[in-house]
């Protein structure tokens, strides 16, 4: 990527209305690496506040499905909606088939609806934070609703939804193994459980066994439920209302400010330990790295002494541009 | 890895979908990132390229070539530079027209080495 | 045994069952060694399913037609009709007609050009009678279209309302339907369809109404070929189909409307593909039959043998037509219809030698419609019934495909049945499995075709380009729907639509209602407005 200016004129583009630009713009941020780092400086400058939604659940659940039932009949309210399709199944060696867009067919070609398919290339970071800088230029861009969507619930995968403001996690009739095994996870995350194919059988034994397991929560952290039959449409009014809820409510207890700084806190850690471990990669692959491990491996020094010694010439630096 | 992302889309409302897909997975098992958007306009297919900002687009063609030629010109009007490459059922004369328009052809009988190797050379892999 | 060549390469059929390289009396197994001595047109009936076998049925020559405006399509069955066909098939335009939309809705309206490429174009009971025009549809057994599971209650009420009006009672109209689900949901997976719990009931009503005002009318017809086209195996289709006839029949059973026996001889028609692999293609058919006899007798106690010997039709492969060097199809369509012959099936229909590149050209219809007259008339595969039986060969691979295919089927159990299968998009990977194997087969060498793998020719001199259709389909299309709209009985066609989709709002056969709706010259697309209304959409497993 370019320098500096130029990624300011292109998020100058991307926040005067070109949708071109910002598609670029998320490119970058999924690349990840410095041209991600130069994106997040560029759009430091931007105002603009958007709010956003995490869907999550295993495969199968019908996330796709509902997220587009959920984009319409937000739409249907007047809100523009952005979505986020994540695939961090995507490895990085090979290619893959991403998201599921057969299912966002009715909102091909809407520009009130901006669909983004997403894979984790980048290194900085993570996924999550891919995302992160993703949904920020979104919010540059004047975006006011941007959902988030992963494919499964694996740790990538909480993590990325749980950036969110609110998380649903989606689940069906008879939960299923992989919910089961993610149960307390899912419990830690989720400010509306969504149960997706409620026409099928089992949902009030799914009810009560969320019930249960919600009831040994926190009384300031209990999820709603909410059942939905989202190939039908059934259920995403009753949806956007919990949504809108749990908005106004963790705004009004401050809570939404709170989880904001500590993603924040997060991001931070995240970023500076990618940062932190890709300095130290580099110093144990020079000179001085290879010579330390010299010493170890002849006994000339032990190897606690050597680590401190190779942190020390990490942190030697008092110009933050040349810190790691 | 080569992080290069393809497009791929059906301009007909013809519902065979065993061509795409063989042709899907063998760019995906390539290392391509491949978004299917199934059945869309030729305006569906541009906004979708924009948003997606992919380097190629795979058109599936199950119908008439002049409907395939205004989704390649609605292409062209908003990025030029994005190569297209398409299947499908393509008669020669339908061929000719669309390689008129600077679109690769890759007709029924076409071997998956050579589709994936006009991937690679037209998202810039050699 | 030798099953390999000397380069490591497995002998095997094309559904991956090895071969020994010559077979002898002790390879068929025991429980199909039984079997051997019954006749053609006796249980199991994998001997065909009539005694006299084409002495004095030969089969149909039934070729699938259609394309323009109604009266093109007309214009082509009836030069089909001319060159012998003794069967026709009235092909609906698909953007139209598997959609249930009318020309202007904006799908449509954004791929005009594509209008009439596949079929004629049929929104009214006027359109439909235009395409009928002078057709022997008292006496010519008649595919009336429909064969996507929500268009054939319009397809078929469409032909019927004309057929009445022209005071040819019900009864007495021979012909078929089709609403097939492989097509439907496996092969061809539209951009909008109903549910499949709403296209059983869809075809459960079909089979009602026909039950009680068609006798002579098949109505509905599983198209194992659409399977086997997108990519199951000899033995899958065959599995696939029957998990299928299964799900039709206890729908029938479940509603207790009609006798279970009358429904199955209902669904007992049905088709297959016939592909290259020409020994195990023909078996399939051998095997099909004694499958669909054992299910019956075993699963319902069904033992009539009016109703057990099912009746096939078969294609040939559209597939295995290729795009490089056509003329060469032409020698395939020859074998693959030959494989149906041997298999003793009712009814043929040769793909055209164009089929990669376009529609069928007149001169590639007339060839399908030779070639089967060739096989008929010159090669006297007629005089004798079942002529592979007793092949040691054959009778051990019939078995192994029965065994094959009963597994298959209760893999499809396992699934939560066909519909299940569906849903889940099971099917559609099992599908694609054997698409990639294929792919992978033609790229090692394996699996050569020729002129397409091997011995390729950059200058065919017979270069084909396909047929063009006609240009004017749209517009009117467009037209014509105008003209409807401007001229029914405005309050009689908005109370016909009213009462549909009150029926279907609730849990009666929506065929009368179907048929008031036509009547009162109701259109397809607001049809399929009620469908999408009442039943909303099915969610398509698959990426496309």
């Known amino acids: 990527m370019a320098g500096p200016d130029a990624m300011a004129e292109l998020v100058a583009e991307a926040v005067g209305g070109s949708r071109s630009a910002l598609a670029r713009l998320i490119s970058v941020a999924e690349r990840?690496?410095?041209?991600?780092?130069?994106?997040?400086?560029?759009?430091?400058?931007?105002?603009?506040?958007?709010?956003?939604?995490?869907?999550?659940?295993?495969?199968?659940?019908?996330?796709?499905?509902?997220?587009?039932?959920?984009?319409?009949?937000?739409?249907?309210?007047?809100?523009?909606?952005?979505?986020?399709?994540?695939?961090?199944?995507?490895?990085?060696?090979?290619?893959?088939?991403?998201?599921?867009?057969?299912?966002?067919?009715?909102?091909?070609?809407?520009?009130?609806?901006?669909?983004?398919?997403?894979?984790?290339?980048?290194?900085?970071?993570?996924?999550?934070?891919?995302?992160?800088?993703?949904?920020?230029?979104?919010?540059?861009?004047?975006?006011?609703?941007?959902?988030?969507?992963?494919?499964?619930?694996?740790?990538?995968?909480?993590?990325?939804?749980?950036?969110?403001?609110?998380?649903?996690?989606?689940?069906?009739?008879?939960?299923?193994?992989?919910?089961?095994?993610?149960?307390?996870?899912?419990?830690?995350?989720?400010?509306?459980?969504?149960?997706?194919?409620?026409?099928?059988?089992?949902?009030?034994?799914?009810?009560?066994?969320?019930?249960?397991?919600?009831?040994?929560?926190?009384?300031?952290?209990?999820?709603?439920?909410?059942?939905?039959?989202?190939?039908?449409?059934?259920?995403?009014?009753?949806?956007?209302?919990?949504?809108?809820?749990?908005?106004?409510?963790?705004?009004?207890?401050?809570?939404?400010?709170?989880?904001?700084?500590?993603?924040?806190?997060?991001?931070?850690?995240?970023?500076?330990?990618?940062?932190?471990?890709?300095?130290?990669?580099?110093?144990?692959?020079?000179?001085?790295?290879?010579?330390?491990?010299?010493?170890?491996?002849?006994?000339?020094?032990?190897?606690?002494?050597?680590?401190?010694?190779?942190?020390?010439?990490?942190?030697?630096?008092?110009?933050?541009?040349?810190?790691p | 890895m080569s992080g290069k992302r393809i497009l791929m889309a059906k301009t007909g409302l013809d519902g065979h979908w065993r061509g795409p897909t063989i042709v899907a997975r063998a760019l995906r098992d390539a290392g391509f990132e491949v978004i299917m958007i199934g059945m869309a306009r030729p305006e569906e297919v541009v906004q979708a390229c924009v948003d997606e900002d992919v380097d190629l687009v795979g058109l599936n063609i199950g119908g008439h070539i002049d409907v395939a030629v205004r989704a390649v010109t609605a292409l062209r009007e908003e990025r030029p530079e994005l190569p297209v490459f398409c299947g499908g059922v393509v008669p020669p004369h339908a061929k000719r027209k669309l390689e008129a328009l600077g679109v690769e052809v890759y007709p029924p009988g076409s071997q998956l080495p050579d589709i994936v190797g006009a991937a690679r050379r037209l998202t810039g892999l050699g | 045994m030798n099953d390999k060549n000397s380069d490591g390469k497995a002998w095997v059929s094309t559904s991956g069952i090895p071969l020994k390289p010559f077979y002898r009396d002790e390879d068929i197994p025991p429980q199909h060694r039984e079997r051997l001595a019954a006749a053609p047109g006796e249980p199991p009936f994998h001997r065909g399913a009539y005694p006299t076998g084409y002495r004095t049925k030969p089969w149909r020559i039934f070729q699938l037609s259609g394309f323009g405006k109604p009266e093109d399509e007309n214009a082509r069955i009836k030069f089909l009709l001319e060159q012998g066909e003794t069967g026709f098939i009235m092909e609906h335009d698909r953007n139209t007609g598997d959609h249930c939309y009318n020309v202007d809705h904006p799908e449509v309206v954004a791929r005009r050009e594509d209008v009439g490429l596949t079929g004629a174009v049929m929104q009214s009971v006027r359109d439909i009678d235009i395409c009928m025009k002078d057709l022997?549809?008292?006496?010519?057994?008649?595919?009336?279209?429909?064969?996507?599971?929500?268009?054939?209650?319009?397809?078929?009420?469409?032909?019927?309302?004309?057929?009445?009006?022209?005071?040819?009672?019900?009864?007495?109209?021979?012909?078929?339907?089709?609403?097939?689900?492989?097509?439907?949901?496996?092969?061809?997976?539209?951009?909008?369809?109903?549910?499949?719990?709403?296209?059983?009931?869809?075809?459960?009503?079909?089979?009602?109404?026909?039950?009680?005002?068609?006798?002579?009318?098949?109505p509905v017809s599983i198209a194992g070929y659409n399977a086997a086209d997108t990519g199951l195996n000899a033995f899958q289709e065959l599995g696939a189909l029957f998990a299928n006839a299964v799900e039709y029949l206890e729908e029938i059973q479940r509603r207790g409307t009609m006798p279970l026996a009358r429904a199955a001889r209902g669904c007992g028609g049905v088709s297959f593909r016939m592909s290259m692999d020409l020994f195990e293609e023909a078996s399939k058919l051998r095997a099909a039959r004694l499958m669909w006899q054992q299910l019956l007798a075993e699963r319902y106690d069904i033992r009539d043998p009016k109703v057990a010997n099912l009746r096939i039709h078969c294609v040939t492969a559209g597939s295995r037509m290729t795009y490089q060097q056509p003329m060469n199809n032409i020698v395939r369509g020859t074998i693959m219809a030959l494989a149906g012959a041997l298999g003793g099936v009712q009814s043929l229909g040769v793909s055209g030698y164009d089929e990669a590149l376009s529609i069928p050209s007149e001169h590639a219809h007339q060839m399908s419609v030779r070639i089967q007259q060739i096989l008929q008339e010159e090669t006297n595969v007629s005089a004798v019934t079942d002529p592979l039986g007793g092949s040691w060969y054959v009778e051990t691979l019939t078995a192994e495909l029965v065994e094959r295919a009963w597994s298959f089927f209760d893999e499809i159990q396992a699934q939560g049945g066909f519909l299940a299968s569906l849903d889940s998009g099971w099917l559609h990977e099992k599908a694609a499995e054997n698409q990639h194997r294929e792919f992978m087969a033609q790229e090692t060498g394996e699996q050569v075709i020729v002129g397409v793998t091997a011995h390729k020719d950059d200058s065919s001199p017979y270069e084909v380009d396909g047929f063009m259709g006609v240009d004017d389909a749209f517009d009117v299309a467009l037209e014509r729907l105008e003209d409807v709209r401007r001229t029914r009985h405005e309050a009689g066609a908005a109370a016909a639509l009213r009462q549909l989709e009150q029926v279907c709002r609730g849990s009666d056969n929506i065929m009368p209602a179907m048929m008031d709706a036509l009547d009162a010259e109701v259109t397809l697309g607001e049809i399929g407005d009620v469908w999408r209304d009442v039943f909303g959409d099915w969610a398509t497993p698959i990426q496309t």
């Not at chain 1, 926190?218 to 999820?223: D, H, L, N, V």
């Not at chain 3, 109903?194 to 005002?213: K, S, Y």
């Open chain 1, 32 to 323: 990840g690496g410095e041209g991600s780092a130069a994106l997040e400086a560029a759009l430091l400058p931007c105002r603009g506040e958007s709010y956003s939604i995490g869907i999550t659940g295993a495969p199968g659940a019908g996330k796709s499905t509902l997220a587009s039932a959920l984009t319409t009949e937000l739409q249907t309210a007047g809100e523009r909606v952005a979505l986020l399709a994540v695939d961090p199944s995507s490895p990085l060696t090979r290619g893959a088939i991403l998201g599921d867009r057969v299912r966002l067919q009715p909102h091909l070609g809407n520009p009130e609806v901006f669909i983004r398919s997403m894979a984790s290339r980048g290194h900085l970071g993570g996924l999550a934070m891919a995302t992160c800088t993703a949904r920020r230029v979104l919010e540059a861009c004047g975006w006011p609703l941007v959902l988030i969507e992963t494919v499964g619930v694996g740790q990538a995968e909480l993590d990325v939804a749980g950036a969110t403001d609110t998380v649903l996690v989606v689940l069906n009739p008879g939960w299923g193994d992989e919910m089961q095994a993610n149960k307390a996870g899912l419990m830690e995350i989720a400010d509306i459980f969504v149960i997706n194919k409620a026409d099928r059988q089992g949902l009030e034994a799914t009810r009560r066994d969320l019930e249960a397991a919600i009831a040994a929560n926190a009384p300031t952290r209990r999820p709603a439920i909410v059942e939905t039959v989202a190939t039908e449409g059934t259920g995403l009014n009753a949806l956007r209302e919990a949504i809108a809820d749990h908005r106004q409510q963790t705004t009004a207890s401050g809570e939404h400010q709170r989880r904001r700084q500590a993603r924040a806190v997060t991001e931070l850690r995240d970023l500076a330990r990618a940062r932190l471990e890709l300095a130290l990669e580099a110093q144990l692959a020079g000179a001085a790295g290879k010579a330390l491990a010299d010493a170890v491996t002849r006994r000339e020094t032990d190897v606690d002494s050597a680590a401190r010694r190779l942190l020390a010439t990490l942190f030697t630096r008092s110009d933050p541009e040349q810190a």
């Open chain 3, 136 to 218: 022997p549809i008292e006496t010519s057994y008649a595919h009336a279209g429909g064969a996507v599971v929500q268009h054939a209650p319009f397809a078929l009420a469409g032909y019927w309302t004309v057929a009445k009006r022209r005071g040819v009672a019900l009864d007495r109209l021979p012909g078929t339907g089709q609403s097939d689900y492989f097509l439907t949901y496996l092969g061809c997976v539209t951009k909008q369809q109903v549910p499949t719990d709403t296209g059983l009931r869809f075809n459960a009503d079909i089979m009602e109404f026909c039950d009680r005002h068609l006798p002579r009318w098949v």
